[in-house]
């Protein structure tokens, strides 16, 4: 089965400075999905990406799938406040039994 | 257009119970799924249900169970709980079931079992 390893697993960052999570899995990413979740609560879908060198940004957060198509980052510029919650990576299964498989999560913290 | 909505938010049940959830997915969505979240072990898949049919399931016992109904709305139920299965409890919905597909999630139901 597929595992998906994100690093670092918690991140303290000033506000104001850049950062990059990483989401690595152990099988060929064949759509790779960023949420953001607060503590106890829903996901909200950030972005998804499905061919390898795909670059998506929405405002200060840029997520690349890289070419070999085994890991995923995703990085963010000028870091708030806001922007502090568990970034959590999925990656799709492939073939007929479809389901998304997610990594553990990565804190973020941001001091302002 | 609403999101998806969750009910309840919190329960609270004892060992040996059983618990049904609910699940109202986007309206014009056909695909809701089923997830555990917990410390240990993460976000985990229980189940997905398309046009009222089971497509796919995680690892997860039989006491783990759900339906989809002709409306797209679904219920998991859990029977003779145990304490490992205090979790938040989310759903997920998208438009069809499949790849390339983005899910919705709703802001799940947190199940403590004492």
């Known amino acids: 089965s597929q595992e998906l390893e994100q690093s670092p697993q918690s991140l303290i960052v000033q506000e104001g400075k850049n950062l990059t999570i990483n989401c690595t899995s152990s099988?060929?990413?064949?759509?790779l999905y960023w949420y953001k979740q607060k503590y106890g609560e829903g996901l909200i879908f950030l972005m998804m990406?499905?061919?390898?060198?795909e670059e998506k940004s929405h405002e200060k957060i840029t997520a690349k799938l890289d070419e070999k198509k085994q890991q995923s980052s995703l990085h963010i510029t000028a870091s708030q406040p806001s922007h502090a919650g568990i970034y959590l990576c999925?990656?799709?299964?492939?073939?007929?039994?479809?389901?998304?498989?997610f990594g553990k999560g990565t804190l973020l913290t941001v001091n302002p | 257009k609403a999101g998806v909505t969750q009910t309840p938010r919190y329960l609270i049940k004892t060992r040996g119970q059983q618990v049904t959830l609910s699940c109202s997915p986007i309206?014009?969505?056909?695909?809701v799924s089923w997830y555990q979240q917990t410390p240990g072990q993460g976000l985990q898949f229980l189940f997905e249900?398309?046009?009222?049919?089971?497509?796919n399931k995680g690892n997860f016992p039989g006491r783990f169970s759900g339906r989809q109904f002709s409306n797209s709305r679904s219920e998991m139920n859990v029977s003779t709980l145990e304490l490992g299965d205090s979790a938040l409890y989310l759903c997920?919905?998208?438009?069809?079931?499949?790849?390339?597909?983005?899910?919705?999630f709703g802001p799940g139901t947190r199940l403590t079992v004492l």
């Open positions: 997920a919905s998208s438009l069809f079931s499949g790849g390339n597909n983005e899910q919705f």
């Open positions: 099988k060929t990413l064949y759509g």
């Open positions: 990406l499905q061919k390898g060198g």
């Open positions: 999925g990656a799709e299964s492939g073939g007929s039994n479809y389901k998304l498989t």
């Open positions: 309206s014009g969505h056909r695909s």
């Open positions: 249900y398309f046009s009222e049919t089971q497509r």
